[in-house]
C-alpha cells in the first residue's frame, strides 16, 4: 500500500471513531432526552386545558393533546422551594429537613439548600452519560456547594433566588433592597451563566427558552436532560408590550399582565417542543410539564378552579397543580388520567426512563404503567404535607386538613372545593387519618432553618393560616396574603 493511502485510510478509521464517539448509541431502545417544563405559581385551573377560557395556551394544550394529562397530580408543597427540593431528589424534602423557603439571600441560613448526601435528579443522570443543563429559577440553596452546577448540571443559564424581574426596565430589576438584586444570585439587572453574573436579557422568559433550545441543539447527538424551570408566573406583574398588547379586551390590569405572562410561558413551551421536533427527537424525548404549587390568586389571578384555597395553603388550591407528561409513541395520546401522584413521582419517572432509578432510597415511583393503563388507582396509599402549622394527608377520596390540633376531614369525590367539613360525621376517618399523618411525621426530620432566618424569621403565622383556611372553607374571600 503506499503512503497517501495509509494515510487515507488511517484519516478515514479516525473520522470514523469521531462520528461513533458524537452519534448516539445504535440500540433499538436509546436512552430518552428528557426535559421537566415546571411553571412558577401556575393555578390548577390556569390553563385553557384546564378550563381558563381567558388563557391562550395553544402549546401546553398541544402537549397534552400529545401526551397525558393527571387530573389529580399535587406539588409536594404549598410553596416554591420545598417542591423543587422533592422534584430534584424524588423524596419527601422533609426528610432533608427542607420545609421552608428561604426568604432573602442576606437573610437566608447557611444551611439552606440540599445537603451533599442527596443526590439530585442531573447528578443520577450525568452518571449514566446525559448531558444536563438547567436553565431557570432554582431557589434550593445559594452556597457554593448547593448551586446548580455543583448538584450535577453541566450548564446553567438562570437565578438562585426566589422570583426575578423579567425585563431590565421593572421596578424589581432595580431594587435591590428586598435582597433579590445580589449580582451573586443572579438577581437584579443580572443572571447568572453557571457562577458568573452577566446582564439579563430583554425578556427572561424567552431567554430561558432560548437557552435550552440552544442546549439542545448542541447535544441531540446524545442524551440529554434539560431541567426548564420558568419564573413565570410568579410575581412582579411584568411583561413586554409585545404580550402586552395581546390583551387589548382585558380591563383588569393585574389580570392583563398575568394572562400576558401566561402567553409568554405557553410561547415558550412551544419553541422548546419546536425544537426537539425539528432535530427529530419526538419519539425519543419524554416531555414532563408542571408547576411548583397553585396560584396565589390574591396577586397574580391564577386560577386554581375549581379547587378551593390558594398558594401557602394545603388546601387543594395550593398543591394541586395541572401537569402532563408526553412520550411519542411510548405514552397515549390525548389521555387524562385522575392517578394520585405527586411531585417526586415525576422524579422516579425520568430516572426510570433514563435507566438511573436506584432500587432503594427515593419515595418517588415510576407514573409510566399508570399512564399508559398497564397499572390503575393511585401510585401511593397516603400521600403527606407538612408546612409549619399546616399538615394535610390525602388516602383515596378522603383528605385531612390539619392545623394545630384542629382536624377538618373532607371527601374530594364528592367536595372537590373542600366546603364540606365532615370530621364532625366522620370522627373515625379523621383521627385514623391524623394517626396516619402523625406517623409519617415523626419519621421525618424537623425544619433545618426557618424563612429569612438571620434576621430572626418570619412572624409566626399559625393563627392567620388557620383563619385563612376556615374562612376558605366557609366560602368567604379571605384577607389578601403575601406569596412567600
Not at 395 to 418: P, Q
Not at 457 to 462: A, R, V, W
Request: charged share 20%.
Amino acid at each position: 500500500m503506499t503512503q497517501w493511502r495509509i494515510i487515507a485510510a488511517l484519516a478515514a478509521c479516525a473520522m470514523a471513531d469521531a462520528s461513533a464517539a458524537l452519534a448516539r448509541p445504535a440500540s433499538a431502545d436509546p436512552k430518552p432526552n428528557i426535559i421537566i417544563l415546571l411553571a412558577d405559581d401556575l393555578g390548577y385551573g390556569g390553563l385553557r386545558v384546564q378550563g381558563d377560557a381567558q388563557a391562550v395556551t395553544p402549546h401546553i394544550d398541544a402537549l397534552a393533546a400529545h401526551g397525558v394529562r393527571m387530573t389529580n397530580f399535587y406539588a409536594n408543597h404549598p410553596v416554591c422551594s420545598p417542591t423543587r427540593a422533592a422534584l430534584m431528589t424524588g423524596k419527601y424534602q422533609h426528610r432533608m429537613g427542607f420545609e421552608n423557603n428561604s426568604g432573602s439571600p442576606r437573610n437566608t441560613s447557611p444551611k439552606f439548600g440540599l445537603p451533599d448526601a442527596d443526590l439530585t435528579i442531573a447528578q443520577r443522570l450525568k452518571a449514566v452519560g446525559y448531558a444536563t443543563g438547567m436553565f431557570g429559577k432554582w431557589h434550593i440553596g445559594f452556597q457554593p456547594d448547593r448551586v446548580p452546577t455543583a448538584k450535577g448540571f453541566d450548564e446553567f443559564y438562570g437565578f438562585l433566588s426566589g422570583a426575578h424581574a423579567y425585563t431590565p426596565t421593572s421596578s424589581r430589576a432595580g431594587d435591590n433592597s428586598v435582597g433579590q438584586g445580589e449580582a451573586t444570585v443572579g438577581g437584579g439587572r443580572t443572571v447568572l451563566r453557571g457562577t458568573t453574573p452577566e446582564p439579563m436579557a430583554a425578556h427572561m422568559t424567552e431567554a430561558l427558552a432560548t437557552e435550552a433550545i440552544d442546549f439542545i441543539d448542541r447535544n441531540k447527538q446524545r442524551p440529554f436532560f434539560v431541567y426548564l424551570p420558568f419564573n413565570a408566573v410568579h410575581d412582579p406583574m411584568d411583561t413586554t408590550k409585545t404580550y402586552y398588547d395581546r390583551f387589548p379586551h382585558i380591563k383588569d390590569e393585574t389580570r392583563r399582565i398575568h394572562l400576558a405572562q401566561l402567553a409568554a410561558l405557553d410561547d415558550s413551551v412551544g419553541r422548546v417542543v419546536a425544537a426537539v421536533e425539528r432535530n427529530g427527537l419526538a419519539k425519543n424525548t419524554l416531555i414532563i410539564f408542571s408547576s411548583d404549587n397553585g396560584g396565589p390568586t390574591q396577586q397574580t389571578t391564577s386560577s386554581n378552579a375549581p379547587l378551593n384555597g390558594v398558594k401557602t395553603l394545603v388546601l387543594e388550591g395550593g398543591i394541586r397543580v395541572p401537569t402532563i407528561v408526553r412520550w411519542d409513541g411510548k405514552l397515549p395520546a390525548g389521555k387524562v388520567v385522575d392517578t394520585t401522584a405527586i411531585s417526586f413521582d415525576l422524579t422516579a419517572t425520568a430516572l426510570q426512563a433514563g435507566g438511573a432509578l436506584p432500587k432503594t432510597g427515593l419515595d418517588g415511583v415510576d407514573l409510566a404503567p399508570f399512564l399508559t393503563g398497564k397499572k390503575t388507582g393511585d401510585a401511593h396509599q397516603a400521600l403527606f404535607w407538612r408546612a409549619g402549622s399546616q399538615g394535610a394527608v390525602r388516602a383515596g377520596d378522603w383528605k385531612l386538613v390539619r392545623t394545630g390540633n384542629k382536624l377538618r376531614l373532607f371527601n374530594l369525590k364528592t367536595d372537590i372545593g373542600e366546603r364540606n367539613d365532615l370530621a364532625a360525621t366522620h370522627p373515625e376517618k379523621a383521627n385514623a387519618l391524623n394517626v396516619q399523618w402523625l406517623a409519617w411525621s415523626a419519621r421525618m426530620l424537623p425544619p433545618a432553618w426557618v424563612r429569612n432566618e438571620r434576621s430572626g424569621g418570619d412572624p409566626p403565622s399559625e393563627g392567620r393560616v388557620e383563619a385563612a383556611i376556615d374562612r376558605f372553607v366557609r366560602g368567604e374571600k379571605p384577607d389578601r396574603m403575601a406569596p412567600e
